[in-house]
């Protein structure tokens, strides 16, 4: 029997508990421990994307990060963008601009494009193209995608001129 | 089973003692994009990680006495968001803002892309290029390693994170009036490894219409970023003209040794490519100065 360690992590705004051997991947701890299902595991070769999460305020892939080195971190999943069942405007916008298909990459996709946003309220094209640079879809071309992120964008200025959100 | 313990260490001392107690079975961990893979792959093992991006001193990027200084916890998007850098020594932003994709940018560390030793970083090749030092301690003390000598083959790191732990990055600033630029061939823009890279570091000297320092570093066309070195003596031989770069871009393609590869392209494509882009850079260059 290998020895478990606990660790504390703040998960979509509230601290968790988990025990985890040594050498889980957070990837895992978020799927397996909490049932945070919503991160995909994709290639897990940090080649996809789609295990993406905000980690201290910055995209990154969960595949590549021992459960360990997030001890203390403050992470948001897929599942902490919506706020009491309201969906995040980037999630809205890529519903009613089609930028979803089978939805694999659409998680890490919303996460990337999260962490744009909130560096960089006023996007360019060119600006989505990078950010989304490291998450691959083989469904929608990605145009669709910018454009989402875009009016998602926009939508957030609009809705708070200042161009910040309170998010935790 | 992988790695059995995982330590923060709070100083630089603290993390040599636990890799000391380690006996060989620690590693230094610090963004871990190539090190966990390597781990998952059984590529390489070990039973205790050092993470050292907890510890403060290894923080930062700053200027001081004409030398520019990195620590070793900075990531990739650090550096290429960096204004003294973008300022100083633009190569390196740029190349820094071509490793991996965002989120690796976000994790993974400049001295992590020297210490994985790839003759394709895109980091570290514009530190070939800055002729960039590395800071490394262990038990037996401290020392400064010149980035050509931070390499023992592909792969193969002269430094050793088992026992050492790499401190610091620096260089002089390329001084007043220098420019610097990274250029990159690749068949996609994020998430691959390039087909060719380079850095140059030009000083003109405005008096003679000459260039006073030529600094070329390439990749990946040899084992390390590889520094050309009669290019840049090519370069500093006379009067600047077309002829002169066209000359020194034809040097370079030579002592150029890129090898022929499924992925990369045949070695004479590549060896015409170094001389294109390198005439393209350096016309850039002079174009900017």
């Not at chain 2, 907890?54 to 620590?71: A, F, N, V, Y």
């Not at chain 2, 061939?185 to 030009?202: E, Y």
């Amino acid at each position: 029997m290998e020895e478990k360690l606990k660790i504390k992590l703040k998960v979509n705004g509230a601290w968790r508990e988990v025990e985890t051997l040594p050498d889980r991947i957070l990837l895992d701890l978020l799927r397996e421990e909490l049932g945070l299902t919503g991160t995909k595991k994709g290639c897990e070769a940090g080649e996809c994307g789609a295990c993406t999460v905000i980690m201290n305020g910055r995209a990154v892939l969960s595949c590549l990060i021992p459960a360990l080195k997030a001890d203390g971190a403050e992470i948001m999943t897929i599942e902490g963008l919506a706020e009491e069942g309201r969906l995040h405007p980037l999630q809205k916008a890529f519903l009613e601009k089609g930028a979803v298909q089978c939805g694999y990459c659409t998680p890490g996709m919303l996460l990337a494009a999260k962490a744009l946003l909130d560096e960089n309220p006023e996007p360019s094209v060119e600006d989505v193209k990078r950010a989304i640079s490291g998450n691959l879809c083989r469904c929608t071309g990605y145009t669709k995608i910018i454009h989402a992120v875009r009016s998602a964008a926009e939508t957030l200025r609009g809705s708070d001129p200042e161009g910040a959100r309170t998010d935790p | 089973m992988n790695w059995k313990a995982y330590q923060k260490p709070g100083s630089v001392t603290e993390a040599i003692a636990l890799l000391e107690q380690a006996a060989g079975r620690g590693r230094v961990i610090a963004g871990g994009t190539d090190l966990v893979l390597q781990l998952r792959q059984r590529a390489r093992a070990a039973d205790l990680l050092v993470d050292v991006t907890g510890i403060d001193d290894l923080r930062g990027i700053s200027e001081k006495d004409g030398w520019i200084s990195i620590g070793a916890v900075a990531t990739h998007a650090e550096v290429a968001g960096s204004l003294l850098i973008r300022r100083e020594a633009r190569a390196l932003a740029e190349g820094c803002g071509h490793v991996g994709a965002p989120q690796i940018r976000n994790m993974a560390t400049l001295m992590g892309n020297v210490i994985s030793a790839q003759p394709a970083a895109d980091g570290a090749v514009p530190l070939a290029a800055l002729e960039a030092e590395i800071r490394v301690v262990s038990i037996t003390g401290k020392r400064w390693i010149p980035i050509e000598e931070a390499y023992l083959g592909v792969g193969r790191s002269a430094i050793d994170a088992s026992c050492e732990v790499a401190t610091e990055i620096r260089f002089r600033k390329p001084g007043d009036g220098a420019q610097t630029r990274f250029f990159r061939l690749s068949k996609r823009k994020a998430l691959t490894l390039p087909v060719l890279n380079g850095a140059v570091s030009i000083l003109p000297d405005p008096s003679s219409k000459r260039i006073s320092r030529a600094r070329i570093a390439l990749g990946p066309v040899a084992a390390k970023p590889f520094r050309a070195r009669r290019t840049e003596a090519c370069l500093e031989s006379g009067e600047v003209s077309p002829e002169l770069i066209e000359a020194a871009a034809r040097i370079a393609a030579e002592e150029a040794n890129p090898r022929t590869s499924l992925f990369r392209g045949s070695a004479p494509y590549r060896k015409d490519m170094v001389r294109l882009f390198l005439t393209r850079t350096i016309r850039e260059i002079l174009a900017a100065v």
